[in-house]
């Protein structure tokens, strides 16, 4: 079946620090991966994806390459911020049947940024 | 509103106690799932609705678990004899279409005592 490994939290970083978060993934067929974070107080939001192998994905700053060879998503920020502070998903979508689309997700990694 | 709304924000029951959950999508998704996300760990799926029927519910845990949403848009999700093992946060999320981004709810905490 479909699974998603990201490195176990929590990160802590000082402000303006290089922040890597890893994802490696196993699926059948060519999924669709993603990024969702999740503030505190508030739901999952997409933070950013990629449909296919070399696509980037980007926002806020953030961005993610889609490594087919070696089935990665590594999420990257080259300087972070207190407000990036929050529990970040990697996750990939895979057609299950039956007209489903099912969403995998990590386990997630807890980022604190400190001043 | 504009996004997905789940309600109650927060549940506490207790053991073999009766639960319902409910999720209003936005406006015009057709597609709606269903997932569970227990502390520490990511969501997992539980059910996919394509319109009004269940196109897959390969993740209900058991038969304890059933969801419906009869007019193609509000869906109930439905615990019965819960247990201390349903504690979690029961999370809805809408899309336009298969395939198409999910947009989440805040979720609906369940604590069984």
């Known amino acids: 079946g479909n699974s998603v490994t990201q490195m176990e939290g929590p990160v802590t970083l000082s402000e303006e620090a290089f922040l890597t978060i890893n994802c490696t993934y196993t699926?059948?067929?060519?999924?669709?991966l993603f990024w969702y974070v999740q503030y505190p107080g508030e739901g999952l939001q997409l933070l950013l994806k990629?449909?296919?192998?070399?696509d980037k994905g980007s926002n806020k700053g953030f961005e993610a390459t889609y490594r087919k060879e070696t089935t990665s998503f590594h999420l990257e920020k080259g300087s972070v911020q207190v407000s990036d502070s929050a529990v970040y998903f990697c996750a990939l979508s895979a057609y299950s049947g039956a007209g489903s689309y099912q969403l995998t997700f990590g386990k997630g990694t807890k980022l604190s940024v400190i001043p | 509103g504009a996004g997905v709304s789940q309600t109650p924000s927060n549940k506490v029951t207790e053991k073999g106690k009766y639960v319902e959950l409910r999720c209003d999508p936005i406006s015009g998704h057709t597609a709606l799932y269903w997932y569970r996300q227990s502390l520490g760990q990511g969501p997992e799926f539980l059910i996919y609705f394509q319109g009004t029927g269940a196109a897959d519910d390969s993740g209900l845990p058991n038969d304890r678990f059933f969801a419906v949403r009869p007019e193609g848009s509000v869906s109930t999700l439905k615990i019965q004899r819960t247990e201390r093992g349903d504690s979690a946060v029961y999370l809805c999320?809408?899309?336009?279409?298969?395939?198409?981004?999910?947009?989440f709810g805040e979720g609906s905490r369940l604590t069984v005592l």
């Open positions: 990629a449909t296919k192998a070399d």
């Open positions: 699926a059948t067929g060519y999924p669709s």
């Open positions: 999320a809408s899309t336009l279409g298969p395939g198409g981004e999910l947009f």
